[in-house]
């Protein structure tokens, strides 16, 4: 158990809804990181915070949007689904900005019908 | 974008074998790491090579780390069923797009 909790573990939507998936980082852990896996693109970073701060940004469409609230857990909104956005979705976190190694949640299976 | 390539894309031993994958990167990089999934599930930290370091082990495993020619291999010994998943090198360059990862290795131990 890498301490990462991620909700919901499925997710089966249709095209054109919203839906938001979550992450609580390890304890301790300042960053959180969104990783997006699919089978054509492999693990694609998305977007990281550092303490409630957006740090970087990774190949997010502008339908996807995130934060991370004072208790530094962290939502990942995706809206205007398409069938091309079924994927698996990780978070991680790490203790701080980079540099150290990261510690994955079991991710989130998001199917869009 | 990716930034590691792992080689093989696949491969398959008997148990008891060691198993070899190489990565290599194009910019420079801060640290590579591996990393390990099993089929479908979260990926779980293997170990962590920094730049200014050749050589590291944990327990069966060992990295190498070689910056002029931007490759890293990681070695299994004494390989065992368990050890069936997929691994993955990830580059830290410190960089906006934090650890890149490649499109990984696909391990199968047969029992």
């Known amino acids: 158990d890498s301490g990462v909790t991620q909700t919901p573990k499925h997710l089966i939507t249709a095209t054109g809804q919203r839906v938001t998936l979550r992450c609580s980082p390890r304890?301790?852990?300042?960053?959180v990181y969104w990783y997006q896996q699919s089978l054509d693109q492999g693990l694609q970073f998305l977007i990281q915070?550092?303490?409630?701060?957006?740090?970087a940004k990774g190949n997010i469409l502008e339908r996807f949007s995130a934060q991370q609230f004072p208790d530094l857990h962290s939502e990942l909104n995706l809206s205007s689904l398409e069938l091309g956005d079924s994927a698996l979705y990780f978070c991680?976190?790490?203790?701080?900005?980079?540099?150290?190694?990261?510690?994955f949640g079991q991710g989130t299976r998001l199917t869009v019908v | 974008s990716q930034q590691g390539e792992e080689d093989p894309q696949a491969l398959s031993i008997q148990e008891g074998e060691n198993a070899t994958m190489n990565c290599s990167y194009k910019?420079?990089?801060?640290?590579l790491q591996w990393y390990r999934q099993n089929s479908g599930r979260g990926l779980v930290h293997l170990i962590l090579?920094?730049?200014?370091?050749r050589e590291k082990h944990s327990g069966r495993l060992r990295v190498t780390l070689d910056t002029s020619k931007k490759s890293s291999s990681l070695l299994i010994t004494a390989s065992r069923a368990a050890d069936t998943a997929s691994y993955f090198c990830?580059?830290?360059?410190?960089?906006?797009?934090?650890?890149?990862f490649g499109k990984g290795t696909k391990l199968t131990v047969n029992p």
């Open positions: 990830a580059t830290d360059n410190g960089g906006s797009e934090k650890l890149v």
């Open positions: 915070y550092y303490n409630g701060e957006e740090r």
């Open positions: 991680a976190s790490s203790v701080g900005d980079g540099g150290t190694e990261a510690f």
């Open positions: 304890s301790g852990d300042l960053s």
């Open positions: 910019t420079s990089i801060n640290n």
């Open positions: 090579i920094r730049s200014n370091e």
